[in-house]
C-alpha cells in the first residue's frame, strides 16, 4: 500500500517545506492553524518524512524508503508525536518533558529529530510553560510541529516563537483527488462526494464511503421509481437520515433544473448519475421543478421535527408522480 493512501496532505505547504528544507532555511519551529480535521495532522506527518528521507530524488508523497516507512508505522526512532490521551481532559506536562528529554538524546537515524505536538491546545497551563522552554533553549537538528485549532487557547510566548502555517480549505480537485484514493472509488463518483460535502473533509467523513450507495438507493428506489414507500423505510429512519434523503433529492433536482437549462456535467453536483437526470429533465416541466424544489426546500426546513419529515417525502413524492 502506498505509504501515504488516505492522506489528507496540502501539497502547497508541503512543497513550501521542501524549500526551505533543501535551501537549509528550516525553523526551529512551526504553528499549523486551521479547522479541525482539515489535514494539518497528515501534512505535518508527510513534513516529518520529508526532512529525514531517504529517496535519492527527495520526497514525494507515498515514498516507501525506509525512513518514510517507518515514520508511517510510528516506529522512527527520531520522530515523535505527542497528543492528549484519550482518557484525559488535558494533554500532561509529564507528556512534553518526555518528549523534551528525547530530544536531548542523540540523532539516532534520521538527519533531524521532530516533534509533532497535535491538538496543542490541549497542553495545560503547566505543559505549555515546560513547552515553552524548548522553545527558548532549541536543541540542535530538530523540528517541532505544533497542530492547533484554537490557536487562542495557547500562551502568547507560545505562539510568537513560532512560524505559523495557515491551512485554508481544499479545492474541489484535492479534495475528491483525497475521496478516491480513501474510498477506492471512481473519479467521478469522488467529484460527486466532494460536491455533495460542500467541499468540507470533515462533512465528507462523516458522510462516509457507504454515502454513494445510499445516494444510489435514494435516486434508484425513491426518486426514480414509481412507489417510494420502501425507499423511505430504508433510507429515512431517522432524524439525520431523513436530512441527508431529503439534500440527496434536492441536489438532484437542482442538477435536473440545470440540465433543462442547458447545462453540461461540470455544473452538476451527482454529474456520475447525469442519465438518470436527463431522463427526469425529459420528464418533467420547468414549473413541475419548481414546485418539487420548493417542497423540498420547505421539508429541509421543517426536518428539525422527524414526524412532519415523514408527511412531507410523501407529500413531495405526490408530486414526483406524473400521471
Ligand atoms: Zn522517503
Same mark, same amino acid.
Given at each position: 500500500m502506498?505509504?501515504?493512501?488516505?492522506h489528507?496532505?496540502h501539497?502547497?505547504?508541503?512543497?513550501r517545506?521542501?524549500?526551505?528544507n533543501?535551501s537549509?532555511?528550516? #525553523?526551529? &519551529?512551526? $504553528?499549523?492553524?486551521?479547522? !479541525?480535521g482539515? %489535514?494539518? @495532522?497528515d501534512t505535518a506527518r #508527510?513534513v &516529518?518524512k $520529508?526532512?529525514n528521507?531517504? !529517496?535519492?530524488? %527527495?520526497? @514525494?508523497?507515498?515514498?516507501?524508503?525506509a525512513s518514510c516507512r517507518?515514520?508511517?508505522?510510528?516506529n522512527?526512532p527520531?520522530?515523535y508525536?505527542?497528543h492528549?490521551?484519550?482518557d484525559?481532559?488535558?494533554?500532561?506536562?509529564?507528556?512534553?518533558?518526555d518528549l523534551m528529554e528525547r530530544f536531548?538524546?542523540?540523532v539516532?537515524e534520521?538527519?533531524?529529530r521532530?516533534?509533532?505536538i497535535?491538538?496543542?491546545?490541549?497542553?495545560n497551563t503547566?505543559?505549555?510553560?515546560?513547552?515553552?522552554?524548548t522553545?527558548e533553549?532549541?536543541?540542535p537538528?530538530?523540528?517541532l510541529i505544533?497542530?492547533?485549532?484554537?490557536?487562542g487557547l495557547l500562551?502568547?510566548?507560545?505562539v510568537?516563537r513560532?512560524?505559523p502555517?495557515?491551512?485554508?480549505?481544499?479545492?474541489?480537485?484535492e479534495?475528491?483527488?483525497?475521496?478516491?484514493?480513501?474510498y477506492?472509488?471512481?473519479?467521478v463518483e469522488?467529484?460527486?462526494?466532494a460536491r455533495?460535502?460542500q467541499g468540507?473533509?470533515g462533512?465528507?467523513?462523516?458522510?462516509g464511503?457507504g454515502?454513494?450507495?445510499?445516494?444510489?438507493?435514494?435516486?434508484d428506489?425513491?426518486?426514480?421509481?414509481?412507489d417510494g414507500?420502501?425507499?423511505?423505510k430504508?433510507?429515512?429512519a431517522?432524524r439525520?437520515?431523513?436530512?441527508i434523503?431529503?439534500?440527496?433529492?434536492?441536489?438532484?433536482?437542482r442538477?435536473?433544473?440545470?440540465?433543462r437549462r442547458g447545462l453540461?456535467?461540470?455544473y452538476?453536483?451527482h454529474?456520475?448519475?447525469?442519465?438518470?437526470?436527463?431522463t427526469?429533465?425529459a420528464?418533467?416541466?420547468?414549473?413541475?421543478l419548481?414546485?418539487i424544489?420548493e417542497?423540498?426546500?420547505?421539508a429541509?426546513?421543517?426536518?428539525g421535527?422527524?414526524?412532519n419529515?415523514k408527511?412531507?417525502v410523501?407529500l413531495?413524492?405526490?408530486l414526483m408522480?406524473?400521471?
Open positions: 502506498p505509504a501515504d493512501q488516505g489528507l496532505i501539497n502547497n505547504i508541503l512543497e517545506f521542501a524549500r526551505l533543501t537549509g532555511r528550516l #525553523a526551529h &519551529a512551526y $504553528l499549523f492553524v486551521g479547522p !479541525a482539515i %489535514g494539518k @495532522r #508527510a &516529518a $520529508l526532512v528521507c531517504l !529517496a535519492p530524488g %527527495g520526497f @514525494r508523497p507515498g515514498c516507501d524508503c517507518k515514520t508511517e508505522a510510528g522512527h527520531d520522530v508525536v505527542v492528549r490521551e484519550a484525559r481532559q488535558e494533554l500532561r506536562a509529564e507528556l512534553i518533558r536531548n538524546l542523540r539516532w534520521g538527519r533531524m521532530v516533534g509533532i497535535l491538538n496543542a491546545e490541549d497542553m503547566v505543559a505549555q510553560s515546560v513547552f515553552l522552554k522553545l533553549e532549541p536543541a537538528k530538530t523540528l505544533l497542530t492547533a485549532s484554537q490557536s500562551l502568547p510566548t507560545i510568537s513560532c512560524q502555517v495557515y491551512f485554508f480549505q481544499l479545492g474541489y480537485a479534495l475528491a483527488e483525497w475521496i478516491k484514493n480513501e477506492h472509488v471512481e473519479p469522488a467529484a460527486a462526494l455533495f460535502g468540507s473533509p462533512r465528507v467523513r462523516e458522510l464511503p454515502f454513494l450507495g445510499t445516494r444510489n438507493g435514494i435516486i428506489e425513491f426518486i426514480m421509481a414509481r414507500e420502501s425507499a423511505v430504508a433510507y429515512c431517522d439525520d437520515s431523513a436530512r434523503f431529503l439534500e440527496v433529492i434536492l441536489t438532484f433536482f442538477d435536473v433544473t440545470l440540465i453540461g456535467a461540470e452538476l453536483i454529474a456520475d448519475r447525469i442519465e438518470a437526470a436527463r427526469l429533465a420528464r418533467y416541466s420547468d414549473e413541475d419548481d414546485r424544489v417542497q423540498a426546500v420547505s429541509i426546513r421543517g426536518a421535527e422527524y414526524m419529515v408527511v412531507a410523501m413531495l413524492k405526490e408522480r406524473k400521471p
